[in-house]
């Protein structure tokens, strides 16, 4: 029976909690899943709304999602997103002079019921094994703070094709050269290429390159109850409506076993401790009418986003060095991928609105680590527009055209219409001094510190856009571009523009050099787990969701199994 109790779904009747966990996104969900199908009594604590109808109700197939093919609500309004006028954060650059620089929105991510997985257009490639070892591949970079993972992908490798079988992804087995072994094929064959993807994909092969069907968790057909993909073109920042991705999927199976209440509309406050300062004993937060509330429970996992879950430890205290932070590392070595996007016009119409925003691309440029010959780059994605009614206001209020010539423009949508895009997810060197703190002086709503992002570039990741950047416009012209360019940055220390969010509780085997162990538990607590993005000591060069659906699953795995955690992740939902 689904809830009816408002702002609350699965079991209303649980009282009592085996585990607590902020946050009901893609690393919140697995975890969930794995701790709820071995019978732990799981509360998620989930501070953004409900748009998914039914998703705790196991008398319907699949949620009813209330989302639409619709601009204005999703792109323009951010139905889902966090709200940057009363929930801000600030941003300076790597090395400035001043408590910040901007204060609005710096790499916000989707505050809903299934977090920043929602809004993905559901890439999954995995990490290749040699980014478990970068540090021991690179040596020691100046300016860099490289560490090996306490882990390898071996380890990893189980958890991996769990997080694959469970959502869906659609791909082919040995399509990409590059990519590190695997214990079976992909659940789902790859759907339709988009166009954009057929043109690109020869002017790849044209110049040597290795492109392939880019894994996705998006159904290709039918699959464990939610419908095969429709190719309404909308993926990418959008939820999807008739429910194909499957950004859901395994949190739907926790709440349907009937060990799990999700508390939506709570916004986590607080991590409160025992006298001991080694054990967790409640999460405060404040519930949907804005009234102070808490849970306690045995454990606690933190899956709120690199970036909040590093602020909720900060804003824990035990005196001003935060929660967990006998390293002074929490917060530290905050990571995002460094895009480099070169965009090429064709004359030919790619019909971005049919599609799933990302079908293609290719990993030739993240090639080895030790290869004197060229820098470390990263996967690409082959991509182009579906916003129509973005790049309409681009001809209005960017262009100035109206009338007889606004309407011409729409007719021929000379940009939109004709644009292929080339995204390098580029390997963002991690930086002890690229962090979160707590802002002196900016408050949220709530009347708490905002995270306050402190960030720069390092020559690392800038190596590889210089060095990749020309050959990403050589591909473009083997594909019959007219024109091509690589869109620029603000080397200057503007805010990164990708939702890729890694770092602040590094993981590591040393308390003195890292904030979490190797399954993702502080060092410094007894019962406290990171199950988000926030643990990875390094960025790689390959979207970063899979890898952390992985390590959530490890961490719930060892919960209930230490000794075998590989062996409790798939039971009966």
Known sequence: MSSSVDNVLGNTSLDRFDVVIVGSGAGGGAAARVLATNGLKVCILEAGNNYFRGLDDPDTDMPRPLFSNDELKLSSRGLI???????????RALGAQVDRQLVGEVNNLPKTVGGGWVHADMQCPRFNDFDFHLHSELGDI????????????????????????????QGLAGADPFASRRSGPYPLPPGPPMYVDSLLRGGAERIGLHPFAFPGARNSRPY??????????????????????????????ALLTGNVQLRYNAAATRLLVDSSRRRVTAVAYLDADGNPAEVSGDRFLLAASAIESARLCLLSGLGNGGLGNSSGLVGRNLMFHHQTISVGIYREDFHGERGRSVTGGFSDFRGVPNDAQRPLGGIVEFGTNSEKIQEAATYMVELGFRGAALKQFLRDRPLGAHLAALIMQGEDAPQLDNRIDLDPAVRDINGLPVPRITYGTHPFELAAREYYGPRLIDLHGAAGAQFAFVAPINEGGATPSSRHIMGTLRMGSDPRTSVTDAFCKFHDLDNLYSADGAPMPTSSGYNPTLTLQALAMRTAGAIVDPARPESVIEGDA
């Open 142 to 169: 100046a300016g860099a703070s490289f560490a090996d993972w306490p882990l390898d992908y071996d380890e990893l490798e189980p958890f991996y094709a769990a997080c694959e079988r469970l959502q869906g992804v």
């Open 224 to 253: 464990r109850g939610r419908p095969a993909c429709n190719d309404c073109g909308l993926c990418s920042m959008y939820g999807c409506p008739i429910n194909a991705k499957g950004s859901v999927a395994m949190l739907r199976d």
């Open 81 to 91: 997103e966090q709200q940057a006028i009363v929930e801000p954060r600030t941003f």
